[in-house]
Nanobody
Framework: QVQLVESGGGLVQPGGSLRISCAASGTVFSYNAMGWYRQAPGNQRELVAAVTGGGRTNYADSVKGRFTVSRDNAQNSVYLQMNSLKPEDTAVYYC????????????WGQGTQVTVSS
C-alpha cells in the first residue's frame, strides 16, 4: 500500500510558474513510476508526466518543454515544475504511483487544484 499526499497547488497568472509536490509513504522501488495526471472539468483524466527512480520520464505532448517532472528517491517524493502556464493547464492534478513507467496508476493522491487565470 502506498499513500500519496500532494501540496503546492494554487492560482497563477498565464505565463507564470508553479511547482507541486507529492510525498509517498510505503514501499517505493526505483523501477516504480511516480508522476502526475490531471483532470479538467468535463474532461477525462490524462497523463501529464511520470518518472522512475532511475530518471526515465514520460510526458504528454501538451506539456513537453514547459513542465519538468523530478523525483527524490531518498524522500520518496515527486515534483512537477510547471512553467509558461496556460489557462488550459487549469485542472486538478493528481499524484500517481505505477508499478512501472507506462503502466496505469494503482495509487492516487487526493488531488490539488491548479488554476491559471488573470
Amino acid at each position: 500500500q502506498v499513500q500519496l499526499v500532494e501540496s503546492g497547488g494554487g492560482l497563477v497568472q498565464p505565463g507564470g510558474s508553479l511547482r507541486i509536490s507529492c510525498a509517498a509513504s510505503g514501499t517505493v522501488f526505483s523501477y516504480n513510476a511516480m508522476g502526475w495526471y490531471r483532470q479538467a472539468p468535463g474532461n477525462q483524466r490524462e497523463l501529464v508526466a511520470a518518472v522512475t527512480g532511475g530518471g526515465r520520464t514520460n510526458y504528454a505532448d501538451s506539456v513537453k518543454g514547459r513542465f519538468t517532472v523530478s523525483r527524490d528517491n531518498a524522500q520518496n517524493s515527486v515534483y512537477l515544475q510547471m512553467n509558461s502556464l496556460k489557462p488550459e493547464d487549469t485542472a486538478v492534478y493528481y499524484c500517481t504511483f505505477s508499478h512501472a513507467l507506462g503502466y496505469e496508476p494503482v495509487y492516487w493522491g487526493q488531488g490539488t487544484q491548479v488554476t491559471v487565470s488573470s
